[in-house]
């Protein structure tokens, strides 16, 4: 006799529904959507055969430099590849990993970006190029670290919360964390889900002039959007004067997340990156201001794919965090015995104890984290994807990644071809299209 499972209530929804009973409360976790959904796997690139030739790697280069920002500001951030990495807070991440983050950026001529809580003298001190975030919570902000930054970003949502604020732990607020977030120690902090000065599009418009005026317009803003109506949205934030646009994808990570909002809002990575584009096009602002893609962004391939369908440049958080060892056991530490999970399986970021001191403020465990080892370790990562993604765009007869297009893919699955608008392989039909 074959034993059968009910679909419905699988095991983990049943464990889910007597964890809930046991706490009364939504659960929370770090890391990132459970959910499978459509993803750049489902893409294919098609590659140089007769029709066209290809480049060669030991003497055609492929050009990667990507400017972000060039519509209003005077000093646009130019990084020597289309990959930067996302903002993540120092609370949420400890003052290591946020320096070897910071660290690694400039090693490789990229962009590293705050997060919420404020800025870090050690990561801007080791970031060549800094984003500061500009958050609803305001914790930590401070108008003179404003000024120092190459970028700024406004963060009107993110993919892994959309419509609702951030999460600190309490035992991840220290007194270092709760001192400069003014807040007391030891105590959760969620952050509010909107901006306490401004609530629509118009008055966006008016905190986008504020942040040029004291930055004497020589930096780009960026305005980042959890991708949900990212149609209305983007559309809503290019008028208002926004240099780029990020769309963080529900794929997207976090430190610490409602598992419910986790799992089911937003939309995956690849339809935002599209509709996206579409909607700066029907406002004639495509190529004027850039589009970032943010969510489950893993190697080379998912870079060159996500240009493909449109984005300009994209941000990378979690997979910066596993070349950090993220999820690997490293001398010293013991995943099951110190987190109750194995390595590679681990999504505790919130509770302040990373094994590897990563996503901890705990002294013990951050002194696990090297920062110059760290530095190394994703200055590594990020090359290689750098390399992945122009060996791909050669192999298409691209000498510059900024010039792959839809043209270049095509979908594994009926659902990708809808999502992407490229045809299903073995056919020239675009699922989806009238």
């Known amino acids: 006799m074959v034993n059968r499972t009910s679909q419905i209530f699988s095991p983990w929804v049943v464990e889910d529904i007597h964890a809930k009973s046991d706490l009364g409360r939504y659960r929370i976790r770090g890391f990132s959507s459970f959910q499978k959904v459509t993803h750049f796997d489902d893409l294919t690139f098609l590659s140089t055969g007769l029709t066209r030739y290809p480049l060669e790697g030991y ?159 020589k930096v780009p803003i960026h305005v980042k959007l959890g991708a949900c109506r990212v149609s209305d949205d983007v559309k809503l934030a290019a008028k208002a004067g926004a240099d780029a646009i990020v769309i963080d994808s529900m794929v997207a990570g976090t430190g610490a997340s409602s598992e419910i909002l986790l799992d089911h809002s937003g939309i995956p990575t690849v339809p935002a990156i599209v509709l996206a584009r579409e909607a700066l096009r029907e406002i004639k602002l495509d190529g004027k201001v850039t589009l970032i893609a943010s969510g489950g962004i893993r190697n080379g391939g998912d870079v060159a794919k996500a240009l493909a369908l449109g984005a300009d440049a994209v941000a990378i958080g979690i997979s910066a965090l596993i070349a950090l060892n993220c999820n690997r056991e490293i001398p010293g530490s013991n995943f099951v015995e110190e987190i109750g999970l194995p390595a590679g399986e681990c999504n505790r970021c919130h509770t302040g104890k990373c094994p590897v001191g990563i996503a901890t403020q705990d002294e013990n465990l951050t002194s696990r984290l090297d920062p110059d080892e760290g530095a190394e370790r994703v200055a590594n990562f990020i090359n290689a994807m750098t390399m992945e993604m122009a060996l791909l765009a050669r192999s298409i007869g691209k000498s510059n990644v900024h010039s792959l297009e839809p043209e270049d893919l095509a979908a594994l699955t009926i659902e990708a071809s809808v999502m992407a608008r490229v045809p299903l392989v073995g056919t020239n039909k675009v699922f989806g299209d009238n």
């Open 59 to 217: 003497k055609e280069k492929c050009n990667t430099r990507t400017i972000i920002g060039g519509l209003n500001a005077e000093n646009p951030l130019i990084l020597d590849t289309p990959i930067y990495i996302t903002g993540m807070s120092y609370g949420s991440l400890s003052a290591n990993a946020k320096t070897a983050l910071g660290k690694a950026a400039s090693m490789v001529g990229t962009a590293s970006c705050t997060g919420d809580g404020g800025m870090h003298p050690a990561e801007r001190k080791a970031s060549d190029k800094l984003i500061y975030q500009v958050l609803p919570s305001r914790y930590g902000f401070n108008p003179h670290h404003l000024k120092q930054a190459q970028a700024i970003e406004i963060v009107v949502g993110q993919g892994a919360k959309p419509g609702t604020g951030g999460m600190l732990m309490g035992v991840k607020v220290m007194d270092h964390i709760a001192d400069m977030r003014d807040l007391p120690s030891g105590i959760d902090q969620r952050s509010p889900a909107r901006h306490p000065d401004w609530l629509g599009p118009d008055d966006l418009a008016m905190k986008i002039e504020q942040l040029r005026e004291a930055t004497d317009w």
